[in-house]
C-alpha cells in the first residue's frame, strides 16, 4: 500500500513538475526582452493550461501529508529555504502572469514580466536544491529531525538547481514551438535547439560533482540506478534536438518532459528503500514504509481518492484536447 | 522573538490573508452559478452580461487566492512539522482529501470555464461553472473537517505518542464541524452579497449606465445578503452549545467543566496557562456586534419595492460604506475560533509548542517577513483591482468577449484589461 502512495506521490510531483515546468520556462524565456507582442503571445499560449498545471503541485503536497506524514514534515521543514524558495517563486508567477497585462503602460508589463523571469527562476533552482537534498542525504538525527539547513549549501545542489533552470527553459520553449503560430515557432524552435547544449552542459557538470561528492555517493543506495539518470537524461535532451530539428514539436515536447519527470522517478528508485538518507546517524535514515501513515489512512485514502483519479485525469486531458493546436491571433487572450 | 511566537504570527498572517480571498470566492461562485443558469435558461442576455462583469472579479480574486492558499497547505510542513508527525495520521487525511477531490478539480474546471466561452457550448460551459462551485465547497468542507479535528480530535487512538486513525466517520459527525461548516459557507455568501451590493450601488450613486443591469445586482446581492447573515447568525450561536461542551476553555468564563478539564491537563501535560488569550473573547464580542449590524440589511429590503431604494440614494450610500464590516467580522471570527483552541494545536492532545518546527529564529523571521509582505501586497493589489474593474463598469467585460470576426483586428488588449 505505500509503494503505491509512493508512487503516485512520485507521479503527481513529476506531472507538476513536467506540467508547470514548461510554464516557468516559458517564463524564463521572457527574459529575452523582445517586442511586447511577442511576449504577449507566449503568455497566451500558456493561457487555458496554466491553472491546471499548478494543482499538481498543491495535489503533490496533499499526498505527501496525507500519506507520508513524517516526511512531510521532515522534508519541507529540513529544506526550509530551499521550499520556501520555490513556494516564492510559484507565488511571483502566479500572481505575474495574472497581473502583467492589468496596466497598459508597456514598461509597466516589462517590469512585471521581469517578476515572471526572477520567479520562474526561483521556483525551478529551489525544486532542483529539494531534489539534490534527497540526493546528498540531510542531516537527520537520533530524534527525527533534520538539523539547520547549511546541509543545503553543497556545489552538487546549487548545480543540481541550475540544471533544472536549463532543462526547464528547453521545455519551456519546446513547448512554445508546438504551440505557437508557425512564424514565431520556428523562432522558438531555434532557441529551443542552442537551449539543448546549455542544458547537455549542466548535467554533464551536475554528474561530475556529484560523482566526487561523498554525500552523494555514500547516499545512493543502488549506483546503477544513480548513473542511469544522467544518461537518460542525455538521451531524452538529444532526442528532442533530434525531433526540433524533424520539425516535430510534439515528440521533442514529450522527450523535454521526460527529461523532468525522470529525476522524480530515478531519484526516488535510486534512494530505495530510504526516503531520507541521514548523512549524520545512519540508523536515522527514513524508509520509505516508515515515512508512510499506519495503514488505516493509507486504506481510507485509497478509497476515497483512487476511484477518483481517472476522472482527475480525464478532466485535465480534456482540458488538453479542448485547447490543442497552435494559437492563432484572433482568440480573445487572457494574461 | 522565539521561533514558536514567530511561527504563530506567520499561521495567523497567512490564515487573515488567504480567508479574505475564501469568503469572496465562496460568495461570489454561488451568485455566478445562478446567473450563468439563469442565461442559460432564459437566454436573456442580461444575465450573460452579468455572469462576465462578475465572473471577472471573481476571477481576479480566485488566482491571487491561490497563492495565499499554496503558503497556508505548505506551511504546515515548513512551521508546524510535529504537527505532521504527532497527529498526521489524522489531520493530514482530510487535507489530503480535499487537495485531490476539490481543489485539484477546481482550478482545472476554471481554466476551461476562463477560456471557453465561445468554444464550448454553453450547456457543457455552465456544467463547469457548477463543478467549479461544486468543487469549492467540498474543498471548505474537507477543510472544516480537518479544522474541526484540531478543535475535537475525535475518532483515533494513540500508540507510541503518535496518533492513528480508527474512526473516519468520526471526524465527519464531529459537534464542532456541522454549525461551523453552515456558518463560514453562509459567512462566504454575506460577503459576495454585501460585495455585490455595494458595487452595484456605488454604479447607482454615480449614476453610470447599465441602470438596468446594477438594479439586478443590487437587489440580487441585498437578498443573498439578508437570507445569508440570518443564516451566519443562525449558524453562530447554534455553535455554542456543541463547542462549549468539547471545549469548555474557549469563550473564558470560569466554568466547572473548564476548571475540571484544566486540572486533568495539568495532571497529564504538568502545570501550565490553560487558558486561551483574552483577545479572542474580545474579538468574539466584537463579530457579534457586526453580525446584528449588518441584520439591519432586512431594513433595506422594503425599499425594493418601486426602486425606493435607489430613488432615496442614501440607503445606496448605507450599503457601500458597510463592505468592510463583513470582512472584518470573518476575520475576528477566525480569531475567536483558532486562538481560542490555545495553547493547544490539537486540543488536549498536542500543545502548540511541540509542533513548532525545530528550524532556528532567524530563518523563521526571514520567513514571517517575506511571506507577509509577498501575500500583504497581493491582497492589496487585489482590492485595488477589483476596485478597478468594478469602477470600469459592464460596458464590455472582456471575460467572455467573443473573437474577432474574420476580416476584422482580433482583440488588441487582454480579455481582461
Known amino acids: ?335 | 522573538m522565539d521561533t514558536l511566537l514567530l511561527a504563530r504570527l506567520q499561521f495567523a498572517t497567512t490564515t487573515s490573508i488567504h480567508f479574505l480571498f475564501v469568503v469572496v470566492t465562496l460568495g461570489l461562485v454561488t451568485l455566478l452559478v445562478g446567473m450563468q443558469t439563469a442565461w442559460v435558461l432564459t437566454g436573456n442576455p442580461k444575465w450573460e452580461r452579468l455572469t462576465r462583469f462578475w465572473g471577472q472579479l471573481y476571477v481576479i480574486n480566485y488566482v491571487l487566492g491561490i497563492a495565499t492558499g499554496i503558503v497556508m497547505e505548505f506551511q504546515f510542513g515548513l512551521n508546524w512539522s510535529g504537527l505532521s508527525r504527532y497527529v498526521g495520521n489524522v489531520f493530514g487525511a482530510p487535507l489530503a482529501i480535499e487537495t485531490l477531490v476539490a481543489f485539484f478539480l477546481e482550478s482545472t474546471f476554471l481554466g476551461m470555464w476562463i477560456f471557453g466561452w465561445h468554444r464550448l457550448r454553453k450547456g457543457a460551459h455552465l456544467a463547469l461553472l457548477w463543478g467549479v462551485a461544486l468543487t469549492a465547497y467540498a474543498s471548505a468542507f474537507w477543510i472544516m473537517v480537518a479544522n474541526s479535528w484540531l478543535q475535537h480530535p475525535v475518532g483515533y487512538e494513540v500508540r507510541d505518542g503518535i496518533a492513528h486513525l480508527t474512526d473516519f466517520g468520526a471526524l465527519l459527525t464531529n459537534p464542532s464541524l456541522g454549525m461551523a461548516f453552515g456558518h463560514v459557507v453562509s459567512a462566504g455568501l454575506l460577503v459576495g452579497g454585501m460585495l455585490m451590493a455595494a458595487v452595484s450601488a456605488w454604479h447607482l450613486i454615480r449614476r453610470t449606465p447599465d441602470f438596468a443591469l446594477f438594479r439586478t445586482s443590487l437587489r440580487i446581492g441585498l437578498v443573498t445578503a439578508a437570507l445569508a447573515i440570518t443564516m451566519v447568525q443562525g449558524f453562530g450561536f447554534a455553535q455554542f452549545g456543541p463547542v462549549g461542551s468539547v471545549q469548555p476553555t474557549k469563550f473564558g468564563g470560569d466554568s466547572p467543566e473548564a476548571r475540571a478539564l484544566i486540572a486533568e491537563w495539568t495532571t497529564r501535560f504538568g502545570p501550565g496557562d490553560y487558558t486561551p488569550p483574552v483577545l479572542s473573547s474580545v474579538g468574539l464580542g466584537f463579530m457579534i456586534l457586526i453580525g446584528f449590524t449588518l441584520g439591519c440589511v432586512w431594513l433595506l429590503l422594503p425599499l425594493l419595492f418601486r426602486d425606493w431604494i435607489i430613488r432615496l440614494r442614501f440607503p445606496l450610500w448605507l450599503v457601500l460604506l458597510a463592505v468592510p464590516l463583513p470582512f472584518v467580522a470573518v476575520i475576528l471570527g477566525w480569531i475567536a475560533r483558532e486562538v481560542g483552541r490555545q495553547p493547544w494545536v490539537a486540543y488536549g492532545l498536542l500543545p502548540t509548542d511541540q509542533a513548532v518546527s525545530p528550524v532556528g529564529a532567524p530563518v523563521m523571521l526571514a520567513s514571517l517577513i517575506g511571506f507577509s509582505l509577498l501575500l500583504g501586497t497581493l491582497a492589496v493589489t487585489n482590492w485595488v483591482l477589483l476596485a478597478r474593474h468594478a469602477g470600469r463598469g459592464a460596458a464590455d467585460p472582456a471575460l467572455g468577449r467573443p473573437p474577432a470576426a474574420p476580416g476584422e483586428p482580433a482583440h488588441p488588449e487582454p480579455a481582461l484589461a
Do not use: K
Open chain 1, 1 to 335: 500500500m505505500d509503494l503505491t502512495w509512493y508512487a503516485l506521490l512520485g507521479l503527481f510531483f513529476a506531472s507538476y513538475l513536467v506540467l508547470a515546468g514548461y510554464d516557468y520556462g516559458v517564463g524564463l524565456l521572457l527574459a529575452r526582452g523582445g517586442a511586447p507582442a511577442g511576449r504577449r503571445a507566449a503568455l497566451t499560449a500558456l493561457g487555458p493550461f496554466f491553472l491546471g498545471n499548478e494543482v499538481w503541485l498543491v495535489a503533490a503536497v496533499g499526498i505527501l501529508f496525507g500519506a507520508f506524514p513524517v516526511l512531510e514534515g521532515e522534508l519541507l521543514a529540513g529544506c526550509y529555504p530551499a521550499v520556501a524558495g520555490a513556494l516564492v517563486g510559484v507565488i511571483l508567477v502566479t500572481a505575474g502572469v495574472q497581473l502583467r497585462s492589468r496596466p497598459s503602460d508597456e514598461r509597466v508589463r516589462a517590469r512585471w514580466d521581469r517578476v515572471i523571469v526572477v520567479g520562474s527562476a526561483l521556483a525551478a533552482l529551489g525544486w532542483g536544491v529539494v531534489l539534490a537534498a534527497l540526493l546528498q542525504g540531510v542531516p537527520r538525527q537520533a530524534d527525527g529531525h533534520v538539523a539547520g539547513v547549511s546541509h543545503l549549501a553543497t556545489p552538487f545542489a546549487a548545480i543540481v538547481g541550475l540544471t533544472m533552470v536549463a532543462l526547464v527553459a528547453v521545455h519551456g520553449a519546446t513547448f512554445l514551438t508546438l504551440r505557437l503560430p508557425v512564424d514565431a515557432a520556428a523562432v522558438a524552435g531555434r532557441t529551443a535547439r542552442r537551449l539543448v547544449p546549455v542544458a547537455l552542459c549542466a548535467v554533464a557538470a551536475a554528474t561530475v560533482v556529484g560523482l566526487l561528492s561523498s554525500r552523494v555517493r555514500d547516499a545512493v543506495q543502488r549506483p546503477a540506478v544513480g548513473v542511469l539518470l544522467p544518461v537518460l537524461l542525455v538521451a531524452a535532451l538529444l532526442a528532442a534536438r533530434a525531433a526540433l530539428a524533424r520539425r516535430r514539436p510534439g515528440w521533442a515536447l514529450i522527450a523535454t518532459g521526460a527529461a523532468l519527470a525522470l529525476p522524480v522517478a530515478l531519484v526516488g528508485a535510486a534512494l530505495w528503500p530510504y526516503v531520507l538518507v541521514s548523512t549524520a546517524d545512519p540508523g536515522a535514515s527514513l524508509t520509505v514504509a516508515d515515512a508512510a501513515a499506519s495503514a488505516p489512512t493509507l486504506r481510507l485514502l485509497g478509497w476515497v481518492a483512487l476511484p477518483l483519479l481517472p476522472a482527475l485525469l480525464g478532466f485535465q486531458a480534456m482540458c488538453w484536447w479542448v485547447f490543442r493546436g497552435r494559437t492563432e491571433g484572433r482568440a480573445p487572450v487572457y494574461w
